[in-house]
């Protein structure tokens, strides 16, 4: 099956300009996770949607990062104005959810983002 | 807080050996202990779940144990190969309908021949 696809692989922006990342999930997982990874550091879980609904953005910074996936599926990850600290990796991810089983999260390469 | 440790330190095995990387966490109760790989500039790769109740679960040469009394998993892998060089993360999940995952900074192995 085709795994978790991501774009861009690397995006370089100054600060205060906006960037957009775009994630397909494996298809009929209906969960869909975006986490933010600084060097060095585990996954830091931003935003979590089932199908179109979000179900965490607890620790998504709203004033600056906004999320969405239209019809289920795809999802866009969004962040206006860009800040240093931005810079990290963007990984998306889906699973089936845990009544499915004792299944794993799939993950995609991520996004590197580095905002200088 | 919600806290998870994992080994500090990068661990140097030497190949055949066992390596063991260890997880402990407080403040949390997790239903669902999960173990992934990464490799440099790629996602994680779902290794092996274990639940609260399972003491031990092993694949091929990788066992893990969950000891929810110490709040600590240990992930040991048998007869280490160069390619099993990489970072280990651990993941804890609670039992919710809205299941997510919480890392830790993950552990990273080298295996030298």
């Known amino acids: 099956e085709a795994g978790v696809a991501q774009s861009p692989r690397y995006k370089i922006i100054e600060k205060r300009q906006s960037v957009a990342f775009w994630c397909n999930p494996i298809?009929?997982?209906?969960?869909l996770y975006w986490y933010q990874q600084i060097l060095g550091q585990g996954p830091k879980l931003l935003i979590q949607?089932?199908?179109?609904?979000?179900?965490?953005d607890s620790q998504l910074p709203k004033d600056r990062f906004s999320a969405e996936r239209l019809k289920g599926v795809d999802s866009t990850l969004k962040i206006q104005p860009a800040k240093l600290e931005d810079s990290a990796v963007y990984l998306c991810?889906?699973?089936?959810?845990?009544?499915?089983?004792?299944?794993?999260?799939?993950f995609g390469s991520g996004t590197r983002l580095t905002v200088v | 807080s919600q806290k998870i440790e994992q080994n500090s330190e990068a661990l140097n095995i030497q190949e055949g050996k066992t390596a063991t990387l260890t997880c402990n966490y407080t403040?949390?109760?997790?239903?669902?202990l999960q173990w992934y790989r990464q490799d440099p500039g790629r996602g994680p790769v779902f290794l092996l779940l274990?639940?609260?109740?399972?003491k031990e679960k092993r694949k091929e040469r990788l066992k893990v144990t969950f000891d929810t009394t110490l709040k600590q998993s240990l992930f040991h892998i048998t007869a280490s190969q160069p390619a099993d060089s990489a970072t280990y993360l651990c993941?804890?999940?609670?039992?919710?309908?809205?299941?997510?995952?919480?890392f830790g900074s993950g552990t990273r192995l080298s295996i030298r021949p």
């Open positions: 298809s009929g997982h209906a969960t």
């Open positions: 991810a889906s699973s089936l959810g845990r009544r499915q089983g004792n299944y794993g999260y799939t």
């Open positions: 274990i639940r609260e109740n399972e």
């Open positions: 993941a804890l999940e609670r039992d919710s309908s809205a299941s997510k995952i919480i």
């Open positions: 403040n949390y109760s997790p239903a669902y």
């Open positions: 949607f089932q199908n179109n609904g979000v179900v965490d």
